[in-house]
């Protein structure tokens, strides 16, 4: 279509995604990510939300219909933070720039700019191991920053954590969201945490994962954490919840 390459960071048009082994993970997938939009994916276990990021970071190829990537680069963050254990938090956050062949100079310069902003700059130089799982998480979203994604790929990247650091990292995502405007695809089983940050939420069913429901949440950024408590936050979270019952009904 004339001009969609300018206004989609991402798209998938009718994609699906069978397994070697036969499991139907996807089904008709149709999706849009603009420049600057913050979608939230929400589904049951083992729908096929992992595979929806693979999908779009290109590590796995659609099976049926085609995905689209209109971005200089992606950034990835795993569930697990996947840090090198024998690596600084600076070497981790180097890594991907090594990968490319970034000159040393430069990727320090996007290292050391990235732990800053996730507010490590006095942990340059620890390993993974001395620091809390939400540092960890940290540092695991410095990687990804200092890539300069304008697309930022993050799967469950706080279900592991504690509420308050899960509520803490929240805000700081969108904090870092304000400053650079990425586009950005979250999978979460946590419909608050969607409502929190997404501006637009899919809803998943069952697999193979089917878009079930879609939304748009309108509230400006920043966002206060007594958001959460609004009576139009209740609404958005109550209709994508009835969603997701319908969808692992
Ligand atoms: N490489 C693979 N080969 C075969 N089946 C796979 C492969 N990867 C994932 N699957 C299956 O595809 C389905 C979707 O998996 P996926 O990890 O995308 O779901 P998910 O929604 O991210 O799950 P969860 O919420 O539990 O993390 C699951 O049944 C899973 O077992």
């Not at 996947?82 to 690596?87: D, G, Q, S």
């Not at 990727?107 to 942990?123: K, Y």
């Not at 969108?174 to 969607?194: I, K, N, Y």
Request: proline share 6%; net charge positive; aromatic share 6%.
């Amino acid at each position: 279509m004339p001009g969609q390459a300018a206004t989609s960071a991402l798209s998938f048009s009718g994609a699906g995604k069978r397994y070697d082994d036969g499991t139907h993970a996807l089904d008709k997938i149709d999706l849009t990510v603009a420049p600057g939009q913050f979608v939230a994916v929400v589904g049951p276990s083992g729908c096929g939300k992992s595979t929806l990021l693979r999908l779009a970071a290109g590590l796995t190829d659609a099976t049926e219909g085609s995905v689209r990537r209109d971005t200089a680069s992606v950034g990835y963050v795993f569930q697990d933070h996947a840090l090198l254990p024998w690596r600084t938090v600076r070497a981790n956050v180097e890594l991907l720039g090594e990968l490319r062949g970034l000159s040393r100079a430069e990727r320090r310069r996007r290292a050391d700019e990235a732990i800053e902003l996730v507010g490590l700059a006095d942990f340059a130089h620890h390993r993974p191991r001395t620091l809390s799982g939400g540092m960890r998480m940290r540092v695991s979203l410095a990687r990804a920053l200092a890539v300069q994604p304008d697309l930022l790929l993050l799967d469950e990247p706080f279900g592991t954590l504690d509420e308050i650091t899960r509520e803490r990292l929240q805000s700081e995502l969108l904090r870092l969201f304000g400053l650079r405007r990425f586009a950005a695809v979250f999978v979460t089983h946590s419909v608050g945490e969607a409502v929190f940050l997404a501006t637009r939420i899919i809803v998943l069913s069952e697999r193979p994962g089917r878009i079930v429901g879609a939304c748009d949440v309108p509230f400006p950024y920043p966002r206060p954490p007594e958001l959460r408590f609004s009576p139009d936050f209740a609404r958005i979270a109550g209709q994508v919840s009835a969603w997701l019952r319908g969808a692992a009904a």
